[in-house]
Every structure is written in structure tokens, then in C-alpha cells.
């Protein structure tokens, strides 16, 4: 069993900043990809940027130059900083993991959510 717990969000002005946390825990052998994707009402979800345990990194054309994604390894955590946030940020960020487990079962879980708010 993989636990994901994200930390972070709020309310901000437009072009104010927050910054995401997500730590996974539990049966962890090791973890190839994390990421934040994020959900606005009547939106599907959508990835925001990825990172892979090579520091590959992507991005969605909407958040490049504005947000930067990074992860800790030994923590088993992946971070989001927002910059230059607009209103059309607003929606519910999910954090994302897959990896293998001890016993090597192959996982990938997602954190309960973070409502990040960027007012006009």
C-alpha cells in the first residue's frame, strides 16, 4: 500500500506564487514518475509537468516558464513551484506516482487533491 499526501495550496491574488508539496509513503521499492495533474470544474484532468527518477521533465504549454517541478528522492517527494499565477490555475492539483513496491508489484497512486484558488 503507496500514500500520497499533498500539502500547499490556498488562495492567491493573480501573479502571486504557491508552492505544492507531495510525499509518498508506505511499501515503496522505488518510484519512476511523479507528477501534478489538475482538474477544473467541468474540466477533465490534465497534467500539469512531470519528473522521472532520470529528471525528465515535461510540461504543459499552458504552465511553461511560470511553474517549475522538482522531486527529492531520498524524501520520496515531489515539489511545484507556481510563479506568475492567473486565475486560469485554478482547479483542484492532484499528485501522481507509479513505481514498483516491495514484493514488486508495479503501483501508481494519486493524492486526495489541493485546491489552489488565484483570484482576478
Known amino acids: 500500500q503507496v500514500q500520497l499526501v499533498e500539502s500547499g495550496g490556498g488562495l492567491v491574488q493573480a501573479g502571486g506564487s504557491l508552492h505544492l508539496s507531495c510525499t509518498a509513503s508506505?511499501?515503496?521499492?522505488?518510484?519512476?514518475?511523479m507528477a501534478w495533474y489538475r482538474q477544473a470544474p467541468g474540466n477533465q484532468r490534465e497534467l500539469v509537468a512531470l519528473?522521472?527518477?532520470?529528471?525528465?521533465?515535461n510540461y504543459a504549454d499552458s504552465v511553461k516558464g511560470r511553474f517549475t517541478i522538482s522531486r527529492d528522492n531520498a524524501k520520496n517527494t515531489v515539489y511545484l513551484q507556481m510563479d506568475s499565477l492567473e486565475p486560469e490555475d485554478t482547479a483542484v492539483y492532484y499528485c501522481?506516482?507509479?513505481?514498483?513496491?516491495?514484493?514488486?508489484?508495479?503501483?501508481?497512486?494519486w493524492g486526495q487533491g489541493t485546491q489552489v484558488t488565484v483570484s482576478s
Open positions: 501522481y506516482a507509479e513505481g514498483m513496491e516491495y514484493g514488486g508489484s508495479w503501483f501508481d497512486y
Open positions: 508506505g511499501s515503496i521499492s522505488s518510484i519512476n514518475t
Open positions: 519528473i522521472t527518477n532520470r529528471d525528465r521533465i
